[in-house]
Nanobody, 120 residues
């Protein structure tokens, strides 16, 4: 099992910045990818950014140029720096860790979520 603890959410005005932190613990061996997803009220959970072992990074188009995901391999910690925040970024942000066992088999672990609210 992998436990994920998120921190860093909060209330910020439009144009402001926040940094989210995700610290995994437990069976962190063989985590292949980590990332951030978000879910706004009445909407489906969506990918924000992911970082894969080896360094490949993916961003949602809506956050490119504003958000930066990074990983401290020594601490197994993942960060999401969010700049130029917009009201539409308001959501619960979830940390994700994925173990990939084959092309068709993987396991996802989720944090409890942290609320990000951007006021206009």
């Amino acid at each position: 099992q992998v436990q994920l603890v998120e921190s860093g959410g909060g209330l910020v005005q439009a144009g402001g910045s926040l940094r989210l932190i995700c610290a995994p613990s437990g069976s962190i061996f063989s985590i292949n990818a980590m990332g951030w997803y978000r879910q706004a009220p009445g909407k489906q959970r969506e990918l924000v950014a992911t970082i894969i072992s080896g360094g490949k990074i993916n961003y949602a188009d809506s956050v490119k140029g504003r958000f930066t995901i990074s990983r401290d391999s020594a601490k197994n910690t993942v960060y999401l720096q969010m700049n130029s925040l917009k009201p539409e970024d308001t959501a619960v942000y979830y940390c994700n860790a994925r173990k990939i066992y084959s092309d068709s088999a993987s396991v996802d672990y989720w944090g409890q979520g942290t609320q990000v609210t951007v006021s206009s």
